[in-house]
């Protein structure tokens, strides 16, 4: 079990049978009361991301998550296919709900991570970075301002981004996945 001072950012806990990731953590002591965790936990079934409060008397219930490597493989009507790395017969789809805003960033062949709990796949999870070539980019037209510009391109997943004007059609970028910006022009 768990306490209440254990609930650290990483630690992943069981609350009402479901999964949680502890994404931040701090104590918290009013006046003559007793020490409070407060903290935002995401569901690692749905994704949704709560402000949750812990007390003293507070116990939980380790998440056992097992996490292995799959690749995807295809889209088709909001449902994404992936299979598992080293054992390709082992097929599994999951829906854009799920997966979220990460979606887009996927492109067949990518190894991604297959997050499983209780022997059945819950979420996928993507590298921080990942790399995609830009296969629209209007022209970058420079014009008197103060800072650097940023123009909208379109991606090979199908994804619409912001980069800066130097980007050009043909262009492999980097991406992070956590914020969707653009990071840098690979080389």
């Known amino acids: 079990m768990i306490t209440h001072t254990e609930l650290r950012r990483g630690v992943q806990i069981i609350i ?26 995401k569901n690692l079934i749905n994704g949704n991301v709560l402000d949750w409060n812990f007390h003293q008397s ?5 998440a056992e998550i097992v996490k292995k490597e799959a690749s995807f493989l295809y889209a088709h009507k ?33 190894i991604v991570e297959e997050i ?6 819950i979420n996928i999870s993507l590298p921080i970075k990942v790399q995609m070539k830009v296969t ?22 199908g994804a619409n981004i912001n980069v800066p004007l130097f980007v050009e059609q043909g262009d492999i970028i980097e991406l992070n996945t956590e914020t969707g910006g653009y990071t840098r022009r690979v080389e």
């Open 78 to 110: 909001d449902r994404y296919f992936f299979t598992e790395k080293d054992n390709p017969s082992k097929r599994f789809d999951l829906s854009k709900d799920l997966i979220g805003e990460s979606s887009k960033f996927l492109k067949p062949g990518q």
């Open 116 to 121: 499983q709990f209780k022997g059945e796949t």
């Open 136 to 157: 629209e980019a209007p022209p970058g037209i420079k014009g008197d301002r103060a800072q650097g510009g940023t123009k909208t391109v379109t991606l090979e997943s």
């Open 58 to 62: 507070d116990a939980f219930e380790e």
């Open 16 to 41: 009402d049978g479901q999964p949680y990731e502890i994404l931040e953590s701090s104590p918290m002591k009013k006046a003559q009361r007793r020490v409070v965790i407060q903290s935002k936990i």
